[in-house]
C-alpha cells in the first residue's frame, strides 16, 4: 500500500547505527517511564481489558506468575501458550522460523543430519500450539512451512489488522537484521516498506520488535530499536498502544507524551519468563 497524501517517512541517514541516531535526536525525544498499575481484577463496564505478553519462549508452563483475566491478549511474538482470553492476538517473532518461506535458516536447522537444540527448542515451540503437525515433522524429518496456517485458536496478524470491540489493532513481525532469523530486513528503506503499509486509523500496533529509544537497550548501552518505526509511530500513525518485546532486557513501560510503548517480554536476558504481564483497559467506543 502506498502512501499516496499524508505524512512520507524518510530512511534516516545513520539508520544502520542506531546508537547513533538516538545520540543525535534524544535531547528532541521525550522518553518517559510509566508505573502501569494493574487494574483490580474486576473488569470495568464499557472498558475492553488487554493483557499484553512476549517472548514466552514456549515456557508458559513454567511461569512463577498467573496471567491475569482479560478481554483481549496481544501477543508480540517469540511464542507462546495456551491461554483463556477470549480473542489471542498474536504476531510472529524471529523465532517463529517456519512462519517465514523465507527464512534462510530453516532448512538447516531441520536438516535431520544438522539439527541441533535450536531446532528442538522450535519444535517444543509449535508444540504448544499446533499439537498436530509436531508429529508429523518430527515422523518426516522435514521443515515445516508456513506454519501460521495451523493456528486455529489464535488472531494471527502478519502486516494485517483486526478490530476487536471496535478497537483497531495492526500486527507485523518484522525485525532489523540480526543473526538469520525469521522476519528479519536490512534497516531503512525494506523495513520501512513495510511500516509504511500500516493504517493512519491504528488504535494498537504490535510489533516484534521496539522502536528506537523504548525498552530497545541491549546490556551493552546500545540502543537497538528502529528509527523509521519511531518515526512512523510519532509522525504518522500515532497509535494509542504501541506493544512489542523482542528485546528482553527492555521491558517496561514509557510514553512520548502521546503513545505509550509497552515492551512486553516476558522472558528476561537469561530465557527466564518471569516479568508480569502489562495489563491496560480502553474504552470500549461509543455503540459497541
Ligand atoms: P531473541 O533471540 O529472543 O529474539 O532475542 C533475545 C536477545 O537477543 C535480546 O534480549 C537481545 O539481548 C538480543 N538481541 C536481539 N536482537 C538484537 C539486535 O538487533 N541487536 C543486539 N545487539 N542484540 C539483540
Ligand atoms: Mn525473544
Ligand atoms: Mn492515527
Ligand atoms: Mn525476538
Known amino acids: 500500500m502506498e502512501e499516496d497524501d499524508g505524512v512520507k517517512i524518510n530512511v534516516h541517514p545513520l539508520t544502520n547505527n542506531p546508537s547513533a541516531v538516538w545520540s543525535s535526536i534524544w535531547h528532541t525525544q521525550k522518553v518517559l517511564p510509566i508505573h502501569m498499575e494493574s487494574p483490580a481484577d474486576s473488569v470495568t463496564p464499557n472498558k475492553v481489558r488487554f493483557v499484553c505478553m512476549s517472548d514466552t519462549h514456549a515456557l508458559t508452563h513454567n511461569l512463577n506468575f498467573k496471567v491475569p483475566y482479560g478481554d483481549v491478549l496481544l501477543h508480540a511474538g ?128 504490535i510489533t516484534h520488535g521496539p522502536p528506537l529509544g523504548h525498552g530497545d537497550l541491549v546490556r551493552n548501552g546500545d540502543h537497538v530499536g528502529c528509527v523509521e518505526l519511531l518515526s512512523t509511530v510519532q509522525q504518522r500513525v500515532r497509535p494509542k498502544y504501541h506493544v512489542f518485546g523482542h528485546i528482553h532486557e527492555g521491558y517496561g513501560v514509557t510514553t512520548d507524551e502521546y503513545t505509550i510503548f509497552i515492551n512486553a517480554s516476558t522472558c528476561d536476558m537469561n530465557y527466564i519468563p518471569k516479568n508480569y504481564p502489562m495489563v491496560f483497559d480502553m474504552d470500549l467506543p461509543a455503540g459497541v
Not at 500486527?171 to 520501512?192: D, H, I, T, V, Y
Request: hydrophobic share 35%; aromatic share 12%.
Open 78 to 205: 517469540d511464542f507462546t501458550s495456551t491461554l483463556p482470553h477470549k480473542y489471542k492476538i498474536v504476531i510472529a517473532g524471529n523465532h517463529e522460523i517456519s512462519f517465514d518461506p523465507n527464512c534462510e535458516n530453516i532448512m538447516q536447522i531441520f536438516n535431520p543430519t544438522t539439527r541441533t537444540n535450536s531446532a528442538e527448542s522450535h519444535l517444543v515451540t509449535c508444540l504448544n500450539i499446533i499439537k498436530k503437525p509436531f508429529a508429523r515433522f518430527t515422523e518426516r524429518h522435514t521443515a515445516p512451512t508456513n506454519t501460521s496456517q495451523y493456528l486455529t485458536n489464535c488472531i494471527y496478524l502478519e502486516d494485517s489488522p483486526v478490530v476487536v470491540y471496535g478497537i483497531k489493532i495492526y500486527g507485523s513481525p518484522w525485525q532489523p537484521e540480526f543473526g538469520k532469523w525469521a522476519f528479519n530486513l536490512p534497516r531503512g528503506k525494506p523495513l520501512l516498506s513495510k511500516w509504511n503499509q500500516i493504517p493512519e486509523d491504528t488504535d494498537i500496533l
